[in-house]
């Protein structure tokens, strides 16, 4: 069966967006229930460039060319790059949270692997077929989803109503990689359907290459996901991927590819809040990315895959602005190239779920994350 | 306690203050909580969100504020240009900016009202032409399908119909590739609903460049101007914003009339005279008939002089059937001295005689009478001239006009005038016959026949007048061709020298005043000029009243 790779498919699109959680027909979101939005980086976000530790003598040791010269000071130890200049408000008053040096505790460094893991909630790749939120909006009893072509690991559920729909885009005739994917599977490994299987291919290729209609403003897609989800039969959470954030060469320092990725994310949260309005109050919007870069830049002026990294929240929802971390000793990086992970990062999105969606966190713990020991930080991040 | 314990001690108690001292710098296995501190600068507040466009280039027309417009944002396939609806809906302009107002998505997905109305930039330049931001959704999405966002293509002030100058017409834009989008803009009205524009279909051309004025409903409410003006050059009409030079009398908009020596018309239509005016009917031309209520604010500057002899215009309300115009009634700016027109003769021996009191070293034609008059017919051949508004008043001050009529043919009928809430004049009868149409033209109409003669042949000498006579004998064929009569008695006329009554021998034939002004026989000098004039026009509004 002819399989499409996650990585040329993901690659399709500059970003996406998703709805899901609409409360059951008939009935507003009456509760206090909170909103949650998962705002996916793919690629590894480089969470020393993000937040840089300018506290830590060794940092400039290891990255005097990939530290900005502007930096946004916000403490003694940290700083924030100066794509975040949004973002730094929220911070200032009171919205925003960063959590450093995290991580989910996968290891190996592969992005199709990691982003299952960030997705799934799962420490091993591919074997969890649902996501973290979506069994978390199973056990928040939150149905009705709007599901679309390319649909998130991260928000499938094990609850059987979820709709799916046609793709139906009038004016457009480009076949979609489902329909492609079912036909070549239709059709199996029969020798004597190989022509037709290599004409489904070439269709699909010819999709995957042809210059897509309009490219994807992310920020837009925050600002619509804000106004959405600020109605009343609005959907209580979104996810918004962005990509790019691999930059293994040239990764740039006040500028460059990094630093536009951030600003997009800068951006994301801004637009985010704008478009929320009032429901701003009852929001937590959290990165997500597969893990961190390496501390020291490799030959290309650029970063490869790393582990430890930086989590960045905003929102009403927090209550109060955080710089939380266990730093750790950056001499003694993990297997000699990354900061290590201090802090699962499962840790946080168990806290984001147990405040928006009201539930426990030992029921998170043990049902969205599989893991009953996992730690309860809640009270430190929200009021 | 020995000492050597006690430097133990205190070593083991530097060193546990150091490794607390460090706690952020190495992990403790507890979340540490690090302290914020940022700087005032960056924690401010940013107000400037929203799509960016660089109009910094631009003449952006700040003065364009209208009430209410119809749009439509359509995205279109090239090249085949199958246009297809994606939003329609209402927009204001409000000091050059579009504001949207109520209106629909067809697109669906993350389509909605608040998009255009928050994410929008987009400015008029003074040509009427877009530029700035849209955000378009350009995709139809059906229940389910992957919400996307908006796209935001640039204006760059492509536009059909391109010479159009108003704001209404179809600003296009590229969306990507090989689809193109626009913007069409309609049916702008202002708040009473009445059209603001005149109909956009009219095709302009650089010879008759009033069409291109488009008067605005800041300036004119209730009337229409009808398109056919001609004989009107560039910048003689202009419409102006408050600025050192030139006033306006509320809002953003005014007109401003200007005419001068060089913009008069030798001849027009057979006859010495010229000017810009507008000529207004009811609204989408209805005839002015019956009850109406005519309103019109007026600004003489001071200096715009009085030129007797020549007649001065500030409104003409003019009856119309057929080809034939009749002067029905017309408020005119000062006025020569009353001696004149009533018998050249007589009145030559009036001036001269000592009771006149006026000195003789002046000639009536000199005496220009200030102030606001009001012409009247008295008869086939005469006009009376009323007085309504002195002199003292008449400039740098606005005079609000306000004007009720009943146009009609019967006895009933009346025109009655107020000036800044004062009644000034009072006419009752009939106002109109029964096939005439009324046409109403504020600006500045001139008849300046009398003005070239006088002022050219009062300082000519014997020898000049001869000379000129001369010249006027040597076309003599061409002026019997005309008017054979008349030509003798301009000749013998003119060799009589000194004063005369010109008019009376109606020596503004048009091939005289021609001749005048190319001769030979006189100075450069000599030669009459017709001073500019100028006077702005603003508030102009009609308004049926039965």
């Known amino acids: 069966m002819f399989s499409l790779s996650r990585r040329t498919f993901t690659l399709s699109f500059a970003s996406s967006l998703a709805y899901v959680g609409f409360p059951k027909f008939g009935f507003a979101n009456a509760t206090n229930q909170g909103k949650l939005v998962v705002i996916i980086l793919e690629g590894g976000l480089d969470g020393l460039a993000a937040v840089p530790p300018i506290g830590d003598p060794q940092l400039l040791e290891y990255r005097r060319l990939l530290l900005p010269e502007n930096n946004i000071k916000i403490g003694s130890f940290f700083a924030l790059h100066p794509s975040f200049s949004g973002f730094v408000k929220m911070l200032a008053k009171g919205e925003a949270s960063i959590i450093h040096a995290t991580s989910f505790p996968y290891t190996r460094r592969s992005h199709f692997e990691g982003q299952n893991v960030v997705e799934s909630g799962s420490i091993n790749p591919f074997v969890e077929k649902t996501g973290w939120l979506g069994r978390a909006m199973d056990m928040a009893g939150l149905s009705g989803r709007a599901m679309a072509l390319g649909m998130p690991l991260l928000a499938r559920g094990n609850v059987k109503v979820d709709n799916f729909f046609p793709a139906n885009l009038k004016g457009s005739f480009d076949p979609t990689i489902d329909i492609t994917r079912s036909l070549s599977s239709y059709f199996g490994n029969a020798e004597a359907h190989k022509t037709i299987k290599r004409s489904i291919d070439g269709v699909e290729r010819k999709y995957q290459n042809a210059p897509k209609f309009f490219s994807r403003d992310p920020a837009q897609l925050a600002l619509q996901a804000g106004k959405q989800m600020n109605k009343d039969d609005g959907p209580v959470a979104a996810i918004i991927r962005v990509h790019d954030f691999d930059t293994h060469s040239n990764q740039g320092a006040d500028s460059g590819q990094h630093a536009d990725q951030m600003r997009v994310v800068n951006d994301i949260f801004v637009n985010l809040k704008k478009g929320l309005g009032p429901s701003w109050e009852n929001t937590v919007a959290l990165t997500l990315t597969e893990f961190g870069r390496t501390v020291r830049m490799n030959g290309s002026s650029g970063t490869d895959h790393g582990y430890g990294t930086v989590g960045l929240l905003a929102g009403g929802l927090l209550g109060k602005s955080s710089v939380l971390a266990d730093w750790p000793d950056m001499k003694k990086l993990f297997e000699g190239r990354d900061l290590r992970s201090t802090i699962d990062y499962r840790a946080v999105c168990a806290a984001c779920i147990e405040r928006a969606f009201l539930l426990d966190h030992k029921a998170i713990a043990s049902k969205v994350f599989f893991d009953p020991n996992l730690k309860k930080i809640s009270d430190q991040i929200f009021v | 306690m020995s000492r050597k314990l006690h430097l133990i001690k205190h070593a083991i108690f530097a060193i546990a203050v150091l490794v607390s001292s460090q706690s952020f710098a190495q992990e403790t296995g507890s979340l540490g909580n690090f302290e914020i501190t940022i700087d005032e600068d960056f924690a401010a507040e940013d107000t400037n969100i929203g799509p960016a466009f660089d109009f910094s280039k631009l003449s952006i027309d700040t003065g364009l504020s209208l009430y209410r417009c119809n749009f439509i944002i359509r995205r279109i396939k090239i090249p085949e240009e199958k246009p297809e609806p994606l939003a329609s809906g209402n927009l204001a302009i409000e000091n050059g900016n579009i504001r949207f107002l109520e209106h629909k998505w067809v697109t669906g997905g993350l389509a909605d009202e608040s998009i255009l109305a928050t994410s929008s930039n987009l400015k008029f330049d003074k040509n009427g032409k877009l530029f700035g931001l849209i955000p378009v959704f350009p995709f139809v999405v059906s229940v ?353 020298n000194g004063v005369a009554d010109l008019a009376k021998v109606k020596a503004y034939n048009p091939l005289v005043i021609r001749q005048m002004k190319n001769s030979s026989c006189f100075e450069s000098e000599q030669k009459a000029n017709l001073p500019k004039q100028v006077v702005y026009i603003d508030e102009i509004e009609f308004q049926k009243t039965d």
């Not at chain 2, 989408?284 to 019109?296: E, L, N």
């Not at chain 2, 000062?334 to 000639?363: E, F, I, P």
Request: glycine share 8%; proline share 5%.
């Open chain 2, 144 to 496: 389910g399908e992957l919400a996307d966002g908006a796209r935001y293509p640039e204006l760059q002030g492509k536009k059909t119909p391109e010479k159009l100058r108003t704001p209404e017409g179809a600003h296009r834009f590229n969306l990507q590739g090989d689809w193109d989008g626009e913007i069409e803009i309609s049916m702008c009205k202002n708040e009473a609903g009445v059209r603001a524009f005149d109909d956009s279909k009219v095709r302009y051309s650089a010879e008759s460049p009033i069409a291109d004025i488009h008067v605005l409903t800041d300036v004119m409410a209730g009337a229409q101007q009808d398109r056919s003006i001609v004989h009107v050059q560039d910048n003689m009409i202009q419409i102006i914003s408050a600025n050192d030079e030139d006033v306006i009398r509320h809002g953003s908009y005014g007109l401003k009339f200007s005419v001068d020596d060089a913009q008069s018309q030798y001849p027009n239509r057979g006859k010495p005279r010229g000017g810009a005016y507008l000529k207004l009917r009811g609204p989408y031309m209805q005839p002015i008939d019956g009850k109406w209520r005519h309103k019109f604010s007026i600004f003489v500057p001071e200096t715009t002089p009085y030129i007797a002899p020549a007649d001065v215009y500030l409104v003409k309300m003019v009856g119309i059937s057929g080809s034939k115009h009749d002067d029905i009634l017309n408020i005119k700016l000062g006025h020569r001295d009353a001696l004149v027109g009533k018998g050249w003769k007589n009145r030559l021996d009036n001036y001269l005689s000592a009771a006149s009191g006026v000195d003789k070293n002046q000639t009536p034609y000199d005496i220009n009478i200030g102030g606001i008059f009001v012409q009247t017919k008295k008869n086939e051949r005469r006009y009376n001239f009323d007085l309504i508004w002195p002199a003292n008043k008449t400039r740098e001050n606005w005079l609000d006009f306000d004007v009720e009529a009943n146009w009609t043919d019967t006895p009933d009928g009346y025109i009655i005038i107020n000036i800044n809430g004062q009644p000034v004049f009072k006419f009752n009868g009939v106002t109109k016959t029964r096939t005439q149409t009324i046409e109403i033209k504020p600006g500045l109409s001139r008849s300046f026949g009398n003005y070239l003669h006088f002022h050219t042949f009062i300082g000519a000498s014997p020898d000049q007048l001869n000379c000129f006579t001369s010249e006027l004998e040597g076309f003599a064929s061409e002026l019997k061709n005309r008017n054979p009569s008349l030509s003798m008695r301009i000749i013998n006329f003119l060799k009589l």
